[in-house]
């Protein structure tokens, strides 16, 4: 390869690495009290199928190893999520929430803007959970695009897929399978739709968030958590 390809490809490298490490670079600011990690979730959560480029996206194939990473790194005290999604991939995001609500590494999430739809699951798998008063988070059933076959084994698939999602979503909050499944059935409030919207103060009185909070008690909070480990 002539040297100067082979300088073009090394900078290519490094600008793609240089790109990578600034979407989930570390908050490491002189005279913190703890080294924490800063991962966002926005826009939707691309799955297994690639999405327009004009979509924003938060691609779940790059925050399965960022998470691999965090857990490893002895240095990262502990883990801040903050989320504004639409939703996106069921499986996806239910993956990624799996994946945050097992780590040891200390963890808080922050609501801002809109939960919605599979950030909902995404909210409640960290340790603790904040919102803030204007964001909102949408409940609603399993949905699928494309091609969709209108036989017994297409039903089937829908409640198994929803009751793992209620039941996560039950398991990492303080609202009940039952409370959750009417929310998600609700009939009336969206247009067109089945479902509920929650506002930052429903949420936390339905038990599905912890707290009603912005950045600075979201950072307190896992400060405290890291200090009490």
């Given at each position: 390869?002539?040297?100067?390809?082979?300088?073009?490809?090394?900078?290519?490298?490094?600008?793609?690495?240089?790109?990578?490490?600034?979407?989930?670079?570390?908050?490491?600011?002189?005279?913190?009290?703890?080294?924490?990690?800063?991962?966002?979730?926005?826009?939707?959560i691309?799955?297994?199928?690639?999405?327009?480029p004009?979509n924003?996206?938060?691609?779940?194939?790059?925050?399965?190893?960022?998470?691999?990473?965090?857990?490893?790194?002895?240095?990262?005290?502990?883990?801040?999520?903050?989320?504004?999604?639409v939703?996106?991939d069921?499986?996806?995001?239910?993956?990624?929430?799996?994946?945050?609500?097992?780590m040891?590494?200390?963890?808080?999430s922050?609501?801002?803007g809109?939960?919605?739809?599979?950030?909902?699951?995404?909210?409640?798998?960290?340790?603790?959970?904040?919102?803030?008063?204007?964001?909102?988070?949408?409940?609603?059933?399993?949905?699928?695009?494309?091609?969709?076959?209108?036989?017994?084994?297409?039903?089937?698939?829908?409640?198994?897929?929803?009751?793992?999602i209620?039941?996560?979503?039950?398991?990492?909050?303080?609202?009940?399978?039952?409370?959750?499944?009417?929310?998600m059935?609700?009939?009336?409030?969206?247009?067109?739709?089945?479902?509920?919207?929650?506002?930052?103060?429903?949420?936390?009185?339905?038990?599905?968030?912890?707290?009603?909070?912005?950045?600075s008690?979201?950072?307190?909070?896992?400060?405290?958590?890291?200090?009490?480990?």
């Amino acid at each position: 390869m002539p040297e100067n390809e082979y300088s073009e490809t090394v900078d290519e490298i490094t600008e793609e690495q240089s790109e990578e490490s600034e979407k989930y670079r570390d908050v490491a600011i002189p005279g913190a009290r703890h080294l924490i990690h800063c991962l966002s979730v926005i826009g939707q959560i691309e799955g297994h199928y690639i999405l327009p480029p004009q979509n924003k996206t938060t691609k779940y194939e790059h925050i399965m190893p960022a998470l691999v990473a965090i857990e490893q790194d002895t240095s990262i005290e502990g883990l801040i999520i903050i989320i504004n999604t639409v939703g996106g991939d069921v499986e996806a995001g239910l993956a990624l929430a799996e994946l945050i609500s097992s780590m040891k590494t200390p963890t808080v999430s922050i609501v801002v803007g809109g939960g919605h739809s599979i950030g909902v699951p995404l909210a409640v798998s960290a340790r603790r959970s904040f919102i803030v008063r204007s964001a909102t988070m949408t409940i609603h059933p399993v949905r699928l695009t494309g091609l969709v076959l209108g036989v017994p084994q297409t039903l089937s698939y829908f409640e198994k897929m929803q009751e793992r999602i209620v039941r996560f979503v039950s398991d990492n909050s303080g609202i009940s399978p039952e409370r959750f499944k009417e929310l998600m059935l609700k009939t009336g409030e969206l247009v067109m739709d089945v479902g509920s919207v929650l506002t930052g103060e429903d949420a936390v009185r339905e038990g599905l968030i912890d707290s009603i909070g912005g950045l600075s008690e979201a950072i307190e909070c896992l400060y405290k958590m890291i200090e009490g480990r």
